[in-house]
């Protein structure tokens, strides 16, 4: 098992920055990549950028390319999201997900454990 704990939402107005935090415990040396994903209010959950465990490989959704940076710390068991240049757009749920899957994935449902999600809301 694997528990994920989501950090450093909050409110912010566009142009801000947030830097969201994913703790993780538990049989993390199982898991292959970390992602995170969104969920606005009345749409659905959609993936944001995600990382290899072990290189440390990205990806990103072409809605956050250039201003969102994700990145890992090991021997932390810790996940970021650098949110940079936000946007009302933004305004969701973000979740930290953990995979083990072999290959590269954006799709949620190859993400094994979830977070309980934190809060992001930009203002105009």
């Known amino acids: 098992q694997v528990q994920l704990v989501e950090s450093g939402g909050g409110l912010v107005q566009a142009g801000g920055s947030l830097r969201l935090s994913c703790a993780a415990s538990?049989?993390?040396?199982?898991?292959?990549?970390m992602g995170w994903f969104r969920q606005a209010p009345g749409k659905e959950r959609e993936f944001v950028a995600r990382?290899?465990?072990?290189?440390?490989?990205?990806n990103y959704a072409d809605s956050v390319k250039g201003r969102f940076t994700v990145s890992r710390d090991n021997a932390k068991n810790m996940v970021y999201l650098q949110m940079n240049s936000l946007k009302p757009e933004d305004t969701a749920v973000y979740y930290c997900?953990?995979?083990?899957?072999?290959?590269?994935?954006?799709?949620?449902?190859?993400?094994?454990?979830w977070g309980q999600g934190t809060q992001v809301t930009v203002s105009s």
């Open positions: 538990g049989r993390t040396s199982s898991m292959t990549g």
């Open positions: 990382i290899s465990r072990a290189v440390g490989v990205t």
């Open positions: 997900a953990a995979t083990k899957a072999i290959r590269i994935t954006t799709l949620d449902k190859d993400y094994d454990y």
